[in-house]
């Protein structure tokens, strides 16, 4: 089987710090593999409330999760402080992908990177909507 390969972009638009958490620890007394999407998770809300949306609202558009990819580069612990970076790029028709690196805020040791690809939709019609010119100017 192929392994999954994430490039990172040589600049990441937003960054945030949240620490690693009792309850995301595993019976190999490391960051679990599930928990490290939830933190992935808190991030990505954190990057669109940093421009002023929601992932319900981003100039009257919601996102839905359409993939993620991973690439785990090292263990992290109870207690150690994770910096996660985005950058949203490959952009088309009706979303983007949302790149993402995870790194020891102290040490800046990689933990893992990834990418999480969204799509936008209009929740009321049901039905997936084009990328908000201005969400993709952010990023031109």
């Not at 990441?12 to 019976?27: D, G, K, M, W």
């Not at 800046?108 to 019609?125: H, L, N, P, S």
Request: charged fraction near 20%.
């Amino acid at each position: 089987m192929a392994r999954i390969r994430i490039e990172l972009p040589g600049h990441f638009a937003f960054a945030t710090e949240l620490p690693v958490l009792i309850s995301h620890i595993n019976y190999g007394n490391h960051l679990d593999n599930a928990q490290l999407l939830g933190i992935v998770s808190e991030a990505r809300v954190r990057f669109f409330g940093s421009m002023g949306y929601s992932e319900m609202d981003v100039e009257g558009c919601g996102i839905i999760v359409a993939d993620v990819a991973v690439q785990y580069r090292s263990e992290a612990f109870h207690g150690e402080l994770m910096r996660i970076e985005l950058a949203a790029n490959d952009f088309h028709t009706h979303g983007c992908d949302l790149v993402w690196r995870i790194s020891e805020a102290s040490s800046d040791r990689e933990v893992a990177r990834g990418k999480t690809g969204i799509v936008f939709f209009d929740y009321t019609a049901r039905q997936k909507a084009p990328v908000p010119a201005g969400f993709r100017q952010r990023f031109a």
